[in-house]
């Protein structure tokens, strides 16, 4: 079973190494999708969506919004951005019915990139 909760948060960033308007300061409305999968435990819970979101504020939305990107991640492309939660919500989301499954990072409505566990190298 998969469970999944969305979060936004607003941040600037520049993209050093890329030749374009988005070399400039700029910034976005993220939208950050977090899925997990597992089995229900005996309150019937793949995770408590409350559980989860006190883990992605206080390992995430804490550090990056009203942020500059580029002190946190390099290049904060979307696919640099889904990299970095990922790897710092992977250990807290560890549990016995459950783990991190994908991390989405959307940069605008309409423009988004998955991290998958398998993407960890
Ligand atoms: N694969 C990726 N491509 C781009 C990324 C990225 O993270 N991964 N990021 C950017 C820039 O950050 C840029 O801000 C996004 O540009 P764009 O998609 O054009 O954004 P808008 O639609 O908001 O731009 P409009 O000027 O309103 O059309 C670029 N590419
Ligand atoms: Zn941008």
Known sequence: MRLRRDFT????????????KCERLHGHTYRLGVTLEGTPDEEGMVLDFVELKRIVREQ???QVDHAYLN?????????????WAFQRLDAPLHRPHCRLTSVEV??????????YR???S
């Open 60 to 62: 995430v939305l804490d």
């Open 118 to 120: 398998e993407d960890l």
């Open 9 to 20: 948060f607003d941040a600037a960033h520049n993209l050093v190494a890329y030749h374009g």
């Open 71 to 83: 002190d946190l991640v390099p290049q904060p492309t979307a696919e640099n951005l889904a990299r």
């Open 106 to 115: 959307f940069e605008t409505a309409d423009s988004s990139v998955t991290f």
